[in-house]
């Protein structure tokens, strides 16, 4: 099985495999499976276009997603059509790097993710100057440095996803009616990272 489902929450797919994480972690397929989770059912040639590349190609990317169980097929409006859709909007693979193996196959998908979300980033700086103050303002790079222990770190980034996925569960992507007016799709895409662990950490104080 690709995809095993969160016993707290069964509409989140926990990555566990690190074959199946290996088949996402390639730019066009996180550029595909995010255009077909946001807009909804889509062809590979509607993909194709969207993403300035063939149906060929589309179609490759489209059927190594479905194999590894991130899209599953659509109703089509007729027989010729075939779309494709998402089977889920939010994924985890926390837990992945309990092995060698599966924790570089986290790293890497880490990365791509990393890299396209700083490009989505890149392209806001663009054209942010031109927005309103609320979003000019607001949507940006925050940092903060602070001495925290394993346990508090766990709790600091379960209570950030705590906030966010009541927002997640009630305002689908692909469906706009639940989209309130006004709004815009964001990414809140945030980078949790500690220095190495340093034995002289662990000597007691002079004096």
């Not at 276009?49 to 990317?61: D, V």
């Not at 700086?125 to 346990?151: C, M």
């Amino acid at each position: 099985m690709s995809f095993e489902p969160s016993a707290a929450d069964p509409r989140t797919h926990v990555l566990s495999d690190p074959r199946t994480i290996r088949a996402l972690a390639h730019p066009l397929r996180v550029d595909l499976y995010a255009l077909i989770g946001r807009e909804g059912p889509l062809t590979s040639a509607e993909a194709g276009r969207r993403l300035g590349i063939s149906q060929a190609l589309a179609s490759h990317h489209i059927r190594q997603l479905a194999r590894h169980g991130f899209l599953t097929r659509a109703p089509g409006r007729d027989n010729r059509e075939h779309p494709w859709q998402a089977v889920s909007n939010s994924m985890s693979w926390r837990g992945a790097g309990s092995t060698q193996e599966g924790a570089a196959a986290a790293a890497l998908l880490e990365r791509v993710f990393l890299e396209a979300a700083v490009n989505r980033y890149l392209a806001w700086q663009q054209v942010r100057g031109g927005a309103e103050p609320s979003w000019r303002d607001t949507a940006g790079v925050g940092f903060n440095s602070v001495h925290l222990t394993g346990d508090e770190l766990e709790h600091l980034v379960n209570a950030i996803d705590a906030l966010i996925k009541p927002y997640v569960d009630a305002r689908p992507m692909d469906d706009p009616a639940t989209h309130p007016e006004g709004s815009r799709l964001v990414d809140l895409t945030y980078l949790v990272s500690a220095e190495p662990h340093s034995a002289a950490a662990d000597e007691p104080p002079e004096g």
